[in-house]
């Protein structure tokens, strides 16, 4: 049953050091034998576990993570949400998944935050207005939100970007997604925890897996820090480490990790009230419900796992965010922080089968997971409790490489924005 507190006992309980709060969800300890593993205890991986117990009542699930619940990507990431995809496979993907979110804190019972504040994607040429009009055609056939904006609705819905006619990139409108936004990306994780362990699954933090074990040619569990688990089937979504895992089980990924850079400048009254981002800059951002001003960039451009900042990124960055907002070489930079991210030829999601029998992979998101954590979750739930695609998640699988039936979402998913 979930605990109500008054706002005079959530005044005591801060002062009290929070002694008389319940934790969210157990910290588990894993039993010999589950019906299903999911590797990854971030967003598509707490997702995924939910919706196993939720929607197909296999509650018999362990979440096994290496360090603690979203400590990698998803809390990791600057929180955009949208659906503003070019393709309809991917349209329908995102689209499912911002579809989910906002109705996820009634149905997780918890505030994740989610502020839907609209995405403008910014034309700097009549060129760009015009492949602007084409995108946003395409966009409402996927029967996604999507408008033009001229150069003066930019601007009364962004009067800090700069406007001014000696600009590097002037603009001359956007693409619009009025119903994207940004969400508290730790509530999603902690939200996503506490549904799945009240349904009866464990999260077992601090659980490093050193192999997968075999039984008649097929997985039968994994090996840990914390011992053997049998299993009859292994999801796995572990983002950035989905190579090493690849490695472990023996079976191949056409993936390369890069770190994603991320910013956070100090606090401010509020200056901006939706998403920018400039293809011509390189750079997007937003303001936070605390008043800091959160941005990135592209990728650093040597493939890497390090999620330590990077002086040349930040540069780089920096110096398109002022490109695009003059005004905010003011602030002073809070943090610096970097993701994990694996990213494909085609920059769309992988999602089946991995080849090797038992094991399923839900990766690939390169800078798009935080977004795709619902759908993610609830795609990969199905393939996990019925060994069948979603008709969705069935254009992601990765016999599309073999195929040569790519979803080139380069433009769309290049930078995490």
Known sequence: MTRHYSALNLIKEGLNNQLGWQPAFRSAKPKRSYDIVVIGGGGHGLATAYYLAKQHKISNVAVIERGWIGGGNTGRNTTVIRSNYFYPQSAALYELSLSLYEQLSRELNYNIMFSQRGMMVLAHSEAEMEIAARSVNAMQLNRVDAEL?????VHKLAPILNFSPKARFPIYGAVNQPRAGTARHDAVAWAYARAADHLGVDIIQNCEVLGFTRQGGKISGIATTQGEIDCERIGVAVAGSSSVLAELGGYQLPILTYSLQAFVSEPVKP???????SPGAGTYF????????????????????????????????IAGLLEMAPLLGQLRLLRQW?????????SSPIMGPSGVPGIYVNCGWGTGGFKAIPAGGTLFAHLLATDTHHPISQPFDVSRFKRGELIDEGAASGIAH
Do not use: C, H, W
């Open 271 to 277: 200056i901006m009230n939706t998403i920018a981002f």
């Open 338 to 346: 970097a993701g994990a991210v694996d990213v494909t030829p085609d």
């Open 149 to 153: 904006l001229t150069r003066k609705e």
């Open 286 to 317: 937003s303001q936070s419900d605390k008043g800091e001003i959160v941005f990135g960039g592209a990728l650093d451009r040597i493939p890497s796992y390090a999620q330590r900042g990077n002086p040349p990124a930040q540069q780089s960055v």
